[in-house]
């Protein structure tokens, strides 16, 4: 590979700074949107599914915009202070695997509610569901957390106050960072897609062996399928590091190109997902939606103009 890394001109840069910060506010504004109708109605607040639904919608929120700031403020200054950089990348590392673990959750609720329906409002209350949000955060959370006490371990205090490009490559880059990530991915995402395959198979045979509920159940297999479909997509953002090297190796002249349209497939893009494959296929979600724009644009009309 080249010694030296072509940087971008300042046109460069600002398209493609522009069309990251346009698509993130357009997303967000999206999911914003279905943020508001949650909040402004009780059933959904009341409601395990939507909670869940809601709290995943608001992570991607979280996620865009802490990985869309990160990019922008990475060609304005460069680089960065390690000990802010860590703080970052514990922040962003966690948000993102808030996601896979929420569709699991997901998946179980939508299993529970079709197969053991008798039990469903015992098992999927509202308190316990805050409850496992709480433990999705921490059990997303704790990989993060470990990655700075091995950093702690190994690292002089001195390079904590050192500037350095913020990226995880640049900072979490031991052999013991290197098995820790391994470990955790093949736990991690062999959870989740056990639980996605096994809850998937259950609804699949309540369906077959019950024809009072087909549509429910078909509803709710479809669902997980769509789980499944969103999954693949969260786990770009494990095989973009491997991606973007065998690419840069062979097209190192384009290595900035590379490294956007990455970003753009594996930390924008997905976050469209949430309120396409779920919100807009509800309709409670779709019928409150479409009265907050109509109340949004009567109430914009009877304004008086001074």
């Known amino acids: 590979m080249n010694s030296t890394i072509k940087v971008d001109e300042f046109y460069d840069m600002f398209i493609k700074n ?7 506010l357009i997303i967000n504004y999206i999911n914003g949107t279905f943020v508001i109708v949650f909040f402004k109605n009780i059933i959904f607040c009341s409601d395990p599914r939507y909670i869940l639904y809601i709290h995943l ?22 680089t960065f202070s390690v000990s802010v950089c860590c703080v970052v990348l514990l922040f962003l590392s966690t948000v993102t695997k808030n996601s896979p673990l929420n569709l699991a959750c997901m998946s179980i609720e939508r299993y529970i509610a079709i197969c053991k329906p008798l ?41 904590f106050s050192t500037a350095t490009s913020c990226h995880m490559l640049f900072i979490y880059n031991t052999w013991q960072h290197t098995v820790k990530d391994t470990v955790v991915n093949v736990v991690y995402l062999s959870f989740e897609w056990t639980t996605l395959i096994v809850t998937y198979l259950k609804v699949f045979s309540a369906a077959n062996a019950a024809s009072a509920d087909q549509v ?10 769509l789980h499944g ?78």
């Open 57 to 78: 919608v608001i992570n991607d929120m979280i996620m865009l915009s802490v990985s869309v700031g990160l990019q922008v403020t990475k060609y304005v200054l460069r």
């Open 229 to 306: 479909v969103q999954l693949l997509l969260c786990m770009m953002s494990y095989i973009t590091p491997f991606m973007s090297t065998a690419l840069v190796d062979l097209f190192p002249q384009s290595r900035s190109n590379i490294l956007f349209i990455l970003f753009l497939l594996s930390n924008v893009l997905p976050r469209l997902l949430s309120p396409l494959i779920y919100g807009l296929r509800d309709k409670q979600f779709v019928e409150r939606v479409k009265v907050y724009f109509c109340y949004k644009q009567v109430r914009t009309q009877i304004i008086p103009v001074k």
């Open 119 to 159: 039990h469903h409002s015992q098992i999927c209350t509202v308190r316990r569901t805050y409850l496992l949000i709480c433990f999705i955060w921490t059990a997303a959370a704790a990989p993060a957390l470990s990655d700075i006490f091995i950093a702690l371990s190994n690292r002089p205090p001195s390079f």
């Open 18 to 24: 522009f069309i990251s910060v346009v698509l993130s």
């Open 216 to 225: 429910s159940a078909r509803k709710a297999r479809n669902t997980i399928l």
